[in-house]
């Protein structure tokens, strides 16, 4: 049964940085490319940024410069440094393959919360 937990999350002031860690298990972790999605209150779940397998990454515009992928197959993980964090972050933040299939689940996410 694959299980995907994020943490990491919290409360930073505009212009702060948090690290996100998305640890996996029932899954082989280096055969996809996984992916960071967010869903802010009212709108739905988007992706901001991905990994492949050989590590080539893609971000979404909004997040370009400031986010950065990665990921660690020996550990199973998924990391996502977030820099220089505006408000409009602020979103609940989820790790799955890309594209997730129809059948795998989603965790149960990490709060971010971008407020002075």
């Known amino acids: 049964q694959v299980q995907l937990v994020e943490s990491g999350g919290g409360l930073v002031q505009p212009g702060g940085s948090l690290r996100l860690s998305c640890a996996a298990s029932?899954?082989?972790?280096?055969?996809?490319?996984m992916g960071w999605y967010r869903q802010a209150p009212g709108k739905q779940r988007e992706k901001v940024a991905e990994?492949?397998?050989?590590?080539?990454?893609n971000y979404a515009d909004s997040v370009k410069g400031r986010f950065t992928i990665s990921r660690d197959n020996a550990k199973n993980t998924v990391y996502l440094q977030m820099n220089n964090l505006k408000p409009e972050d602020t979103a609940v933040y989820y790790c799955?393959?890309?594209?997730?299939?129809?059948?795998?689940?989603w965790g149960q996410g990490t709060q971010v919360i971008v407020s002075s």
């Open positions: 990994v492949s397998t050989v590590r080539s990454t």
């Open positions: 029932g899954m082989i972790l280096p055969i996809y490319t």
């Open positions: 799955n393959k890309v594209p997730p299939g129809i059948r795998d689940s």
